[in-house]
């Protein structure tokens, strides 16, 4: 990017990225802009963010509009984050829905999954839960989503180099669900790559992936402004089941919508019921 970017490009960009994945970029975060964005400018042989945006109007919804929304989202991501969803899926929620659903499939959404850590997380927990409580749980399907194609690519693969199975992955789990790849990295097992589908799906759009039991949709609405986080989580209520969990971010809250959630404690942990 050989110019500064102008006040006009900044708050030009600010909104088509809000209009696109529901991104909203504070005041001052022009460095962040331009270093996401250089090697894209570079490749396309664009000088500024202006002609990049003129360039994105002209394309409409096509590849670069893509590029530009993967460059700016967050794939920040590790096994078993913050633990304690983890641990409540565990000894609270697979308990529950094995004695209240008896052979009916359990269906687990995990949203903004980037590159497959969390699905792949709750997939061990299924199965160590399994190997406690032989027949219980015998269906159970999670489906992934992401907005961005290559951390989905990445997820599919499930092959994943050492600096990445040791972020919050202990030894055990990782000579149990693991083994060796081809390539130098560690590649996840079949019996926990079998359950899990992933789809590519932007949280703005309207979508159609049945209804859920468990939607976990942890660390992104914070992204959002306060009537999209409103709107997001008022049709994640619309896709779950009766009686449902919703499980958010550490630093997450529901802000409202008392008619449609009801809010459990943990110790330590909060997650929310569908009413």
């Given at each position: 990017m ?5 006040p006009?490009?900044y ?5 088509f990225?809000?209009d696109?994945?529901?991104i ?16 894209i400018?570079?490749?396309n042989?664009?000088?500024?963010l202006g002609?990049?945006?003129e360039r994105?109007?002209?394309?409409g919804?096509g ?5 530009v929304?993967?460059a700016?989202?967050?794939n920040?991501?590790?096994w078993?984050?913050d ?7 565990q000894e609270k929620?697979l308990p529950?829905f ?5 052979l009916?499939?359990l269906?687990?959404w995990s ?7 969390e699905?792949?997380?709750?997939g ?6 399994r190997?406690?409580r ?12 992401d907005?961005?194609?290559s ?16 972020r919050g ?7 149990y669900?693991f083994?060796p790849?081809?390539g130098?990295?560690?590649?996840i ?10 789809k590519?799906l932007?949280l703005?759009e309207?979508?159609?992936?049945g209804?859920?039991?468990i939607?976990?949709?942890r ?5 959002f402004?306060?009537?999209?986080k409103k709107?997001?989580l008022?049709?994640l ?7 449902g ?10 802000n409202g919508?008392?008619d ?7 110790h ?7 009413k």
């Amino acid at each position: 990017m050989k110019a500064d970017i102008t006040p006009q490009e900044y708050d030009a960009f600010k909104t088509f990225l809000q209009d696109a994945c529901g991104i909203l970029l504070g005041e001052n975060k022009q460095y962040l802009v331009k270093s996401r964005l250089r090697r894209i400018l570079e490749e396309n042989n664009l000088n500024s963010l202006g002609e990049l945006l003129e360039r994105l109007r002209r394309s409409g919804r096509g590849g670069l509009r893509e590029v530009v929304i993967d460059a700016m989202t967050t794939n920040e991501t590790l096994w078993f984050r913050d633990n304690h969803p983890f641990r409540i899926l565990q000894e609270k929620l697979l308990p529950e829905f094995a004695e209240r659903n008896g052979l009916q499939p359990l269906r687990i959404w995990s949203a903004a999954c980037s590159t497959g850590q969390e699905p792949y997380s709750v997939g061990m927990v299924i199965d160590e839960f399994r190997r406690t409580r032989p027949g219980k749980l015998r269906d159970v399907k999670i489906t992934a989503t992401d907005i961005s194609k290559s951390v989905l690519e990445v997820a599919r693969r499930g092959e994943y180099e050492m600096i990445a199975i040791g972020r919050g992955l202990s030894q055990d789990r990782q000579k149990y669900f693991f083994v060796p790849s081809s390539g130098g990295g560690w590649q996840i097992k079949p019996q926990i790559k079998s359950m899990v589908d992933f789809k590519e799906l932007n949280l703005l759009e309207r979508y159609m992936l049945g209804k859920f039991d468990i939607i976990m949709c942890r660390n992104v609405l914070i992204y959002f402004s306060a009537d999209l986080k409103k709107d997001i989580l008022t049709r994640l209520h619309a896709a779950l089941n009766p009686g449902g969990y919703l499980i958010l971010g550490a630093s997450e809250s529901l802000n409202g919508l008392p008619d449609l959630y009801e809010m459990v404690q943990c110790h330590p942990g909060i997650i929310y019921r569908k009413k």
